[in-house]
DNA sequence: ATTTATTTTTAGACTTATCTAAATTATTTT
DNA sequence: AAAATAATTTAGATAAGTCTAAAAATAAAT
C-alpha cells in the first residue's frame, strides 16, 4: 500500500495519541498534534478508514487497525534510525534532529532502512531514549530507568533524556555527558537525593532534578 | 525561496536537458524527462518564469536564470552526495543508488548536504563519475579519460562511468568492477579495440564498447 | 508559398489536502 | 430534563499539479 506522506503523518500521530490515552482518539486531538483544522481530521479519517488502516465511527474518535498500526510502527522506526543516524554520523546535537528526521522518515523503500540499521549497528535506543522498533515491528518498552533509581555501587549507561530543552542539553554537554557514557553512582545524599557519580571527567555531583532527566541502562 | 519537489525536480531536468543541448529546452523534451504531458510543462515553466527561475518566452522554450540554476546544481550536489553514501556507508550498488537519491535530495536542510559532505571526507565525484559540485556551486569538469585510452602496460582506477543504463551497470557488476577498482592494461587488440584487462578477479578481456563508457585516472 | 505536420499553449476538468462557515451530534450545566 | 456549550461532521471553496481535447503557432514538405 502507498501512501502520502500526509497520510503517514496522520497514522503516525494516532500512534502515539492512543499510546498516551489508551482509548480511542478525537478528532481535536489529532488536530493539534498535527496542526490543522478538526475539519481537516474527519475528511482524512474517512480516507484512512476506506483504507481499512483506522477503526472510524461518526462521532467516536479512531483507533488503528492492525495493519494501520504496523505501518505507523514502521514509520516510527525509520524515524527513530535516523535520528540516531544525525547524532552519532553526522554530529547533530540531540535538539536539532527531531525536525530533521520528520522529512528522512517519509522516504521510500524496501530495503534503505535495514541498511541504515546495519550500519548504525543495531541499536536498541534513540537519542530520546525511546526503544527502536525491530523490522518486524517488535518493540522492546523494557523500562528505562532514570538515572536517580540506580543503586549506589551500580554502573549504567546513559540511553537517553526526558526532558530535551535547550538548556537542559547544554547542561550535560558542560558535564560531557552524552548518549552512551558510563556513570558510576558512588553515593546518594538523602538530605536533597543528590548524587555524586563518576564520569569519565571525573566525579560530579547531580542534583535530582537532573538525575530523574536521564534515561539509563544498567549495566 | 521555498520550492516544491515538483518545482525541483523541473529545474533540476532543464538543467541536464540544457547541458545536454546547449541552447533552450523545448517543453517536449522536458515532458519527457519528467514523465509527464507538454501540457502540464507549459504551466510549470509558466510558474517558474513568474518566480523569475526560467526565462521563457512562449513558443521558445526554456534556459535557467542565474538564480534557477544555483538552485538546480544544489540539488545536483544534494543527489550526488547521497549516491556517494549510499554506495560507501550502505552497500548499496551502483545501479540501485540513483532512484533513492532522488528522493533524499528533496530533504530540506540548512546544514544536513555539508554535515554528509564532511563524513563522506569530501568526495570529489559520484559513484557514475561525475562531479559533486562544491557549497558555493563550483563544478570542476576535469578531463576524465576513458578507460579505451589508456595505454598498453598503463594501470587506472576506476572513477566513474558514462553509460548508467541498468544493463551496463549489471555486466559491470559480473565483472566485479566497481568505483575505485584498479586496472591493468595487458595488452591492446588492433582488430576490434578490444583490451585485455588485469582485475582483482584475474585478466579478462573489454570490447572497445565497453572501454570507452568507463571513466579512469591514470596511476 | 501553401499546405501539412508537429509542437506548444489554452481551456476546462480532476485529485489531494486544506480551509471557512454552517449544520449536526454529544456533553455539561443548571 | 431542558438549555447551553463543546465537539464533530458536512458542504462548498481554494491551491497545486496533473490530464484531455481543442486552438494557436511554428516547422517541414511539397
Redo the contacts between chains.
Sequence with gaps: MMLSQTEENYLKAIYSLAYANSNNVSTTLISEAIKTKASSVTDMIQKLAEKDLVHYKKYQGVSLTEIGQKIAVEIVRKHRLWEVFLLN????NWDEVHE?AE??EH???E??ID??EA?LEFPTHDPHGDPIPDKEGNIKHHNNTMLSSVETGKSCVVIGIKDSSDPFLKFLDKLQIQLGSILKVISKEPFDNSMLVETTIGSISISNQISKNIFVKNL
Excluded at 554520523?89 to 547533530?92: A, G, T
Design positions: 554520523k553526522l554530529d547533530y530533521l522529512q528522512l522516504i521510500k523503500s530495503t534503505l541498511k541504515l550500519f
